[in-house]
């Protein structure tokens, strides 16, 4: 290469002809440049120079490095990694790019990882009971339960930044108390089907109610301070642990007015006088499976006929609010950065009266259908939740009213997810 290269006065490089070389070598210009310029120096060429070109994968004992590789580590090492090792096992340095570029070419894609839940067979078993169970559950007088922690800021992600209109050191640093201990406040939500009438009009959108689990203390002595200043006797908001105490007094005194109203002015209507129990499902938290605490929320929801649901261990897709409801309202949420728990629990409300009635109303459909998984897999986890059952082309063709008419269908065990008819 360095007898090849055209060098004129003064050993420079003749314009173009390292260019020409390059392309002659299947080579970049700067490694022609780092070749010329080691040998010139008299030092030693130790590494080959990195190839380019995808003839080298057309070799097929390349091709099987590649995939060994990647199998190996089982996917989990940055393309700088990836061509490392491959140079170590094959000795052919090759771009980064032409690996991804040959990964592409069999069909191989970035995904995002998730965690799922390690069950046992104990777990599976609880699964598959429940699941045989409710797997015709039209889910008429049935209300999920569930608490969510939210955040003031999100501090994984990334941003785009523009330089010359944005200020970056505040776009990529966040200013917060503790980085260990982020600012949250507890919602204890509660979402039931939604309800439409004969002619098709929505009569009950599913909210059943969003509370933040708090109490209200009185200060016991006052204090001036610089940036913060009460009286004794002033009342505040104290975010509190959702215990069983807690829980219970925000069953009884929120959620039980709630659903008295629901089943006077809704579900009343809609069963036209024949009897009904008004099925509540929660989750097995310590505070919701203490010692006696289901039979005395039992007894306290006489008045509307109620029986509490514990969900199998495990399973957060047999709840509406971890399936969706949650997920939708902090992408809500994590639009801005938030200073104070009071702009935080304003736009948790906010997104909590802006949570779309479509996405209520298909997630029912999806609850029965990961019923019916449960029957299939004998408990275990499905490979992936059939969602797509014909719910969206109902909408765009009928309407909510078309929606709601097909999550009905759905829901009766009418529908085959398997032949998807």
Not at 34 to 41: E, K, L, P
Not at 343 to 350: F, K, S
Request: charged share 25%; proline share 3%.
């Amino acid at each position: 290469m360095y007898a090849e290269l055209k060098v004129g006065d003064g050993d420079r490089r003749v314009k173009g002809s390292v260019a020409d070389l390059a392309w002659d070598y299947g080579v970049t210009t700067a490694t022609v440049h780092n070749t010329y310029n080691n040998i010139r120096h008299g030092k030693t060429v130790f590494r080959k120079p990195r190839i380019y070109d995808d003839c080298v994968m057309d070799s097929l004992e390349n091709h099987l490095a590649l995939i060994e590789i990647v199998v190996d580590s089982k996917g989990r090492l940055s393309k700088r990694r990836m061509a490392a090792k491959f140079a170590l096992r094959t000795g052919n340095s090759v771009s980064c790019d032409t690996l991804i570029r040959h990964l592409k070419s069999l069909k191989g894609t970035v995904t995002r990882r998730r965690y799922c839940p390690q069950l046992n067979d104990v777990h599976k078993m609880q699964r598959y009971v429940f699941g045989s169970k409710y797997m015709d559950c039209r889910w008429k007088y049935w209300v999920d339960v569930d608490e969510k922690w939210f955040y003031v800021v999100r501090v994984k992600g990334f941003v785009w930044v523009l330089p010359g209109y944005m200020d970056i050191d505040k776009v990529k640093q966040i200013p917060v108390q503790s980085k260990r201990y982020i600012t949250k406040v507890m919602f204890l939500v509660a979402v039931a089907r939604p309800v439409y009438d004969s002619d098709g009009v929505c009569i009950f959108d599913g909210k059943v109610g969003c509370w933040r689990v708090a109490d209200t203390i009185q200060y016991k002595r006052g204090y001036n301070g610089k940036r913060k200043r009460y009286k004794a006797g002033e009342w505040y908001t104290k975010d509190v642990t959702l215990g069983a105490n807690k829980y219970v007094e925000m069953l009884t005194t929120l959620l039980l007015p709630r659903l008295l109203e629901i089943k006077r002015t809704v579900w009343d209507l809609q069963a036209d006088g024949a009897e009904y129990n008004v099925r509540i499902q929660h989750d097995g938290a310590p505070g919701h499976r203490a010692e006696g605490i289901e039979a005395l929320l039992e007894r306290a929801f006489d008045a509307v006929n109620g029986m509490f649901v514990r969900q199998p261990p495990k399973s957060p897709e047999c709840n509406m609010l971890d399936m969706a409801v949650f997920n939708a309202m902090a992408h809500y949420c994590a639009r801005c950065d938030y200073r104070t728990k009071a702009q935080l629990c304003a736009a948790v409300e906010a997104a909590w009266r802006q949570l779309p009635l479509k996405t209520l109303n298909m997630q029912w459909a999806c609850k029965s259908i990961c019923m019916r998984h449960f029957v299939v897999f004998l408990g275990g986890l499905a490979p992936k939740l059939a969602t797509h059952v014909g719910l969206s082309k109902a909408r765009n063709a009928g309407g909510l009213e078309g929606l709601a008419k097909r999550v009905d269908y759905v829901c009766s065990g009418q529908y085959n997810f398997v032949t998807r008819e």
